[in-house]
């Protein structure tokens, strides 16, 4: 009877998993990016924010690398600097764009040097770039990349301030290490480290589109537009300047998804649904509309079609778009196929655990469904250390469970 009481938990435990994303996770989306879409990661990243934004007019040396007697005087915002390096070791190009990612939202910080190296100081009203650590999502709001509203200017920075950010590189080809800035305070020593890039080497899905490149001047004129009515939730207006683009260049795939996300905007899912499928025609190794086709099939529990859609995120650029793992994980786990179930989730952790703690959870659930109660046990109670836990008391009692299992095993092997 324990058995089959416990088959009932997990199956719920396991329904529950999908309900667990009050949040869209993973990449990301946010309308209003001149030459396409924000997405990326969360690690959800992740994770792929365009370069786009309030930059200085050249990009120049902001390093003034200083030493460890920096006082970060109160009031003048906490000072950092650090180095990037390539994968064999050296500097970079120059003009690699350093981020802070701060609530899921990024927005540039400082520009990287010949030698590698980084400088900046937040929180102080003439920063080189409007401070963004008191800048968060609206309710709702997908955890990514979107620039979303910034330009507040805090004078001070706080613990708590810091607490949801990471420090990050933007190149193309390339992912970045995050380096958390939570729990750093003003005196701390300003030097975060190295931010290291790796290749995406066999990945090809990118988070802007190459056709917008080709676009001609009327048709940009009209993608702007629509841009512009966006920010401004002005959607018919939007979608008369996103209509207008996508006929004067209809293999504007940029254009083609904007017009999806205003769709998605007047819950007109089905042209939604058609847009997004223009956006991949038209560029197939644009990534961002297939990421919005497999989290609207993931609304409508449609398991077959959130787990082929985000298996080809998967293949074409998971380490910017890391939430295909983890809805992966959960289509392929509601539809009994647990050894790719697994797969993902551990990809999942490996690459977004720390924006996304919920991967612990689906994992622990697919390892419970797979009757490795020890292993779902670890993982459930990784999951319960973290902050983002809203229903408790259902994980705590699955976690019970699977350590009576644990128990129960450990017992009768120890029977003569």
């Not at 900046?120 to 409007?130: I, S």
């Not at 959607?235 to 017009?259: G, N």
Request: glycine share 8%; proline share 5%; with cysteine.
């Amino acid at each position: 009877m324990r058995v089959s009481r416990f088959s009932v938990i997990v199956a719920g435990a396991a329904f529950a998993a999908t309900l667990l994303p009050a949040q869209k996770v993973g990449g990301g989306t946010s309308t209003g990016t001149t030459g396409g879409s924000t997405t990326g990661t969360g690690t959800t990243g992740t994770t792929g924010t365009p370069t786009t934004g309030n930059f200085p007019t050249s990009p120049g040396s902001t390093t003034n690398t200083p030493n460890n007697n920096n006082t970060n005087l109160p009031g003048r915002g906490a000072f950092y600097f650090g180095k990037v390096v390539m994968p064999d070791g050296t500097a970079p190009p120059s003009g690699v764009i350093i981020e802070r990612v701060c609530n899921g939202v990024a927005r540039p910080q400082a520009y990287v040097d010949s030698r590698g190296d980084f400088s900046f100081q937040v929180g102080q009203t003439q920063d080189m770039l409007p401070d963004a650590t008191v800048d968060s999502p609206l309710p709702g709001t997908p955890r990514g990349n979107g620039m979303g509203s910034l330009g507040s200017t805090s004078t001070t920075q706080t613990k708590t301030d810091l607490f949801a950010c990471d420090l990050r590189a933007q190149l193309a080809g390339y992912r970045s290490d995050l380096i958390s800035l939570a729990g750093r305070r003003n005196l701390d020593d300003p030097n975060i480290g190295t931010i290291n890039l790796h290749s995406l080497g066999k990945y090809e899905g990118l988070t802007t589109s190459a056709t917008s490149a080709l676009a001609p001047k009327d048709a940009r004129k009209a993608f702007e537009k629509g841009v512009e009515a966006a920010k401004k939730s002005k959607f018919d207006e939007a979608q008369a300047a996103f209509l207008k683009a996508t006929e004067l260049y209809p293999r504007y795939a940029s254009a083609w998804y904007e017009l999806g996300m205003v769709y998605e905007k007047r819950t007109q899912v089905a042209e939604a649904r058609d847009a997004y499928a223009k956006s991949m025609a038209a560029d197939s190794r644009f990534v961002n509309p297939y990421e919005r086709l497999y989290l609207l099939a993931f609304d409508e529990k449609k398991w077959e079609e959130v787990a082929q859609i985000s298996n080809q995120v998967m293949h074409l650029n998971p380490y910017d778009f890391p939430g295909s793992l983890y809805y992966n994980a959960i289509a392929n786990s509601q539809l009994m196929r647990l050894d790719i179930a697994e797969k993902s989730a551990r990809e999942a952790v490996q690459l977004s655990a720390t924006q996304n703690p919920k991967v612990y959870y689906i994992l622990g659930v697919i390892l419970a469904k797979k009757q490795d109660y020890k292993g779902a046990s670890e993982s459930l109670r990784t999951y319960l250390k973290s902050d983002v836990v809203t229903d408790r008391d259902k994980v705590a009692k699955l976690l019970a469970d699977c350590e009576k299992q644990v128990g129960a095993r450990a017992e009768v092997k120890t029977q003569p």
